[in-house]
């Protein structure tokens, strides 16, 4: 059985954003073992969670197939894919940006299906 690349990408995006939402969840979670960086992990929290939400968006919105939400999966991908590397480099950081960076490349494959214009 053969998955498209739309349904593919769906499945990552997903994937994507339940891994940003479990960040989000453990960076509020830290507030607790330093309350003086509350400010911070708060903050910190809130872009993550704007990035899954932007990440949901996605993949939601890939299968009709408009420029604009093309563009915006490359950007929010490119993002987060900088962002990891300019970080505190770990294996979970690795396995991060390895996930972007595969739903990035499916994004280019396919771009003929997903962005026919």
């Known amino acids: 059985?053969?998955?498209?690349?739309l349904q593919l990408l769906r499945y990552l995006f997903l994937l994507t954003a339940a891994?940003?939402?479990v960040l989000g969840i453990?960076?509020?979670?830290?507030i607790g073992a330093a309350p003086q960086?509350?400010?911070l992990y708060a903050f910190y929290a809130l872009l993550i969670f704007i990035d899954a939400a932007i990440m949901l968006?996605?993949?939601?919105q890939i299968h009709?197939?408009?420029?604009?939400?093309?563009r915006l999966a490359v950007v929010i991908l490119a993002l987060n894919i900088l962002l990891t590397i300019f970080d505190q480099f770990g294996l979970p950081d690795?396995?991060?940006l390895l996930l972007n960076l595969i739903t990035?490349?499916?994004?280019?494959i396919g771009r003929k299906e997903i962005n026919p214009a």
């Not at 059985?1 to 690349?5: A, E, G």
């Not at 453990?26 to 830290?30: E, I, P, S």
């Not at 009709?64 to 093309?70: A, F, G, P, Q």
């Open 64 to 70: 009709k197939k408009k420029k604009n939400i093309y």
């Open 26 to 30: 453990l960076t509020f979670v830290r």
């Open 104 to 108: 990035l490349i499916i994004l280019f």
């Open 37 to 39: 960086m509350a400010a």
């Open 57 to 60: 968006f996605c993949a939601f």
């Open 19 to 21: 891994t940003l939402a």
């Open 94 to 96: 690795l396995l991060f």
């Open 1 to 5: 059985m053969k998955t498209s690349p």
